[in-house]
């Protein structure tokens, strides 16, 4: 069983920098497709960005394009979310996402193992 732990949310203000962790623990990360989602109160869960097998293999959403990174750490296990020039609008509860797959997944419902989420809040 594939469990994940997200972390590093919390308060920011516009502008500044946050980086999302995501643990990953049952399987081995590299043979997993890793994405992160985010959901705002009352809006659908939306996609983010996520990483194949490799971390060259990234795609992001053209809403943080630019300013959002995806890295992973396989010996840690880890994928990590680095989130630049932060805006009120990326305020949301953000997850990550795990499936055995390869490709750079962006639909919800290709993952299988997700995490419990981490809240980012941006002030204005």
């Known amino acids: 069983q594939v469990q994940l732990v997200e972390s590093g949310g919390g308060l920011v203000q516009a502008g500044g920098s946050l980086r999302l962790s995501c643990a990953v623990s049952?399987?081995?990360?590299?043979?997993?497709?890793v994405g992160w989602f985010r959901q705002a109160p009352g809006k659908e869960r939306e996609f983010v960005g996520s990483?194949?097998?490799?971390?060259?293999?990234?795609y992001y959403a053209d809403s943080v394009k630019g300013r959002f990174t995806i890295s992973r750490d396989n010996a840690k296990n880890t994928v990590y979310l680095q989130m630049n020039s932060l805006k009120p609008e990326d305020t949301a509860v953000y997850y990550c996402?795990?499936?055995?797959?390869?490709?750079?997944?962006?639909?919800?419902?290709?993952?299988?193992?997700w995490g419990q989420g981490t809240q980012v809040t941006v002030s204005s």
């Open positions: 996402a795990a499936e055995a797959r390869r490709g750079t997944l962006s639909r919800k419902y290709e993952y299988d193992y």
């Open positions: 049952g399987r081995t990360l590299s043979n997993y497709a």
């Open positions: 990483t194949g097998w490799s971390e060259r293999s990234t």
